[in-house]
């Protein structure tokens, strides 16, 4: 077994309210123009040298495993209402579009994130592309039945040729999931119950080594359960919401997780201004590989009470932590802050404010989610959030057009971050920022929606500041998205998005010195044409502008990518 070696390293202008044929007019230019804008803001990173960082090596060290960072947002219900097909909004890959540090917005080994049109009952598309792709995504509802209704996911992507070495760079995607929900008087059940296969290839070795396809291959299998609990009934005196998260994860070298996640969120109605309640959230996570087995758990509970008075609406309490994790960088027990609350100024504009903190947890299925050329028996460690403070207003300019916008500061520590294995720059490690990493964050929403357009843009700024690395290596500090639709008539309509990735940094394996990636500017656009009721065709292109970019480093993506297919509905 090779030596591991482990490094202790989230605006809205003011528009008036347009006439509404003017806005039809003009909506294509519109959207061109913030494309265009967008990317003309994008610069150059400029290189560092890596001086202080603190490398431990360790031949027989012991793992530890933690289940993935989550929120403590309430879980939000699955509205259905009778004899309503189910919406299932899956989505082809799970990550979320946010800069926390194991949710990358852009994926780079299959499909990007694309809801699938919603159907009464079912809708399935079938395409190809220039990599010899073939794509299959899709899924089949029941209608609403007296206290139940159900449904099925599938996809399937795979890509034969990729952009290093032809099939040394190949991938695959593969899922089947079902759905089903469960109505009472008193609460709402919803089930789900999934299989995953990924399958890539180490291919970021140093050009011109002569590899084999037994030594590049890499595969995970995934199984995933999910339930999730709401209470229904207004009148009753306890509200509440609260879900349980299975994961089994599995690879080709024999690794191994089981993953299980719980929460709740429990309020009491008082029927007065105040509400008391209490959060609940508990991780457990066993990982095997050759080196170790061992179980990891993480608890927090957060009694808090709500406030709603005039136009405040308060959450205080406190947020009391425990982690077994044996890192020196993390205290079994913590105490957190826990505060929200928003001002309704007007109709139209709220301020808000908050104070959190709280613990995230790595686990080897968020990780290899984030990164899938992970080496194996890479480190594992818990991080904590002692404080995040964010300030900002949310509003609208009438119901077309809404906005949101917000700065703040934060505080981690144990921040992990990825770097390329010095021993095989194929492969990635974990690196802990073992200080103190302080993350100045501004973010800001726009969207409007009016008939046949749809338009809106997401910017999110982190400033890392880190402690005994030099950077908050493969953290993007811009991620700035736009997005737009158009729907011609009834049977045609064009989309596109734009995506910028700026300021990632990576570390150097042979000589530690910190290097600046380039710029990431993902260009996509697809058109859709409805040839009857049931059938209709499509064609997209990822990756316009041919960037053959890394997001992380030594892995370049596809370029220009080219797929058509046919869809039906039913």
């Known amino acids: 077994m090779s030596p591991m070696r482990m490094i202790s390293l989230r605006i809205q202008p003011f528009i008036n309210l347009i006439d509404q044929k003017l806005i039809m007019k003009n909506h294509i230019v519109l959207l061109a123009s913030a494309l265009l804008f967008g990317a003309a803001t994008v610069q150059a990173q400029d290189d560092s040298g890596l001086n202080d960082a603190r490398i431990v090596i360790e031949k027989n060290r012991t793992n530890t495993v933690q289940s993935e960072e989550r929120s403590f947002e309430k879980i939000a219900p699955v509205p259905q209402g009778k004899n309503q097909p189910i919406m299932l909004n899956y989505s082809p890959v799970e990550f979320k579009a946010s800069l926390d540090p194991l949710e990358p917005t852009i994926r780079v080994t299959g499909l990007k994130s694309e809801k699938l049109p919603h159907s009464k009952n079912g809708y399935f598309e079938l395409g190809v592309g220039n990599y010899l792709n073939t794509y299959a995504q899709g899924y089949a509802n029941t209608i609403r039945k007296k206290n139940m209704d159900a449904g099925v996911y599938l996809k399937h992507f795979s890509a034969l040729q990729g952009p290093v070495d032809g099939n040394n760079s190949s991938s695959s995607e593969n899922e089947i999931a079902g759905l089903l929900n469960y109505y009472t008087k008193k609460a709402t059940i919803n089930t789900k119950l999934g299989y995953e296969r990924w399958a890539n290839k180490f291919y970021g070795y140093p050009a011109g080594t002569e590899v084999n396809d037994a030594q590049l291959k890499q595969h995970f299998n995934f199984i995933n359960f999910e339930t999730k609990v709401e209470g229904t009934d207004q009148s009753a005196p306890l509200a509440f919401k609260g879900g349980m998260d299975y994961h089994f994860t599995g690879d080709r070298f024999n690794a191994s997780e089981h993953l299980v996640k719980l929460d709740g969120d429990f309020a009491y109605r008082t029927g007065e201004i105040w509400q008391p309640g209490v959060m609940l959230k508990m991780d457990y996570a066993n990982r095997q590989d050759s080196l170790a087995s061992e179980g990891r758990l993480g608890l927090q509970i957060i009694p808090n009470v709500r406030l709603v008075f005039d136009q405040f609406d308060l959450s205080l309490g406190l947020n009391f932590a425990y982690q077994n994790d044996s890192t020196e960088n993390l205290d079994n027990f913590m105490v957190f802050p ?94 802990y920022d073992s200080g103190k990493t302080t993350v ?131």
């Open 440 to 570: 100045f964050h501004v973010a800001a929403h726009l969207a409007y929606e009016l008939n046949q357009i749809a338009a809106g843009t997401d910017f999110r700024y982190n400033n890392y500041s880190t402690s005994t690395l030099e950077a908050a290596f493969h953290l993007p500090t811009l991620d700035w998205n736009f997005w737009g639709k158009y729907r011609y008539d009834d049977k045609l309509s064009f989309s596109t998005q734009l995506h910028i990735l700026g300021g990632l940094k990576a570390l150097a394996p042979t000589t530690n010195e910190v290097t600046n990636l380039k710029t990431i500017v993902d260009l996509g656009v697809r058109a859709d044409y409805q040839l009857n009721e049931r059938f209709g065709a499509f064609a997209k292109i990822d990756n316009l502008l041919a960037q053959k970019y890394e997001r992380f480093q030594y892995y370049p993506v596809r370029g220009f990518q080219l797929m058509v297919g046919a869809s039906v509905t039913f």
């Open 338 to 431: 826990y505060f929200s609350g928003t001002y309704k100024m007007s109709e139209y504009f709220g301020l808000f404010a908050s104070l959190k903190g709280d613990m995230q947890f790595n686990s080897l299925y968020n990780v290899v989610r984030y990164n899938p050329w992970m080496a194996p028996e890479f480190s594992l460690q818990n991080a904590a959030t002692p404080f995040d403070f964010s300030i900002g207003g949310k509003g609208k300019f009438s119901h077309y057009l809404n906005y949101s916008a917000s700065l703040g500061v934060k505080q981690i520590n144990n921040l992990m971050t990825v770097v390329n294995n010095p021993m095989d720059q194929a492969q990635f490690l974990t690196a």
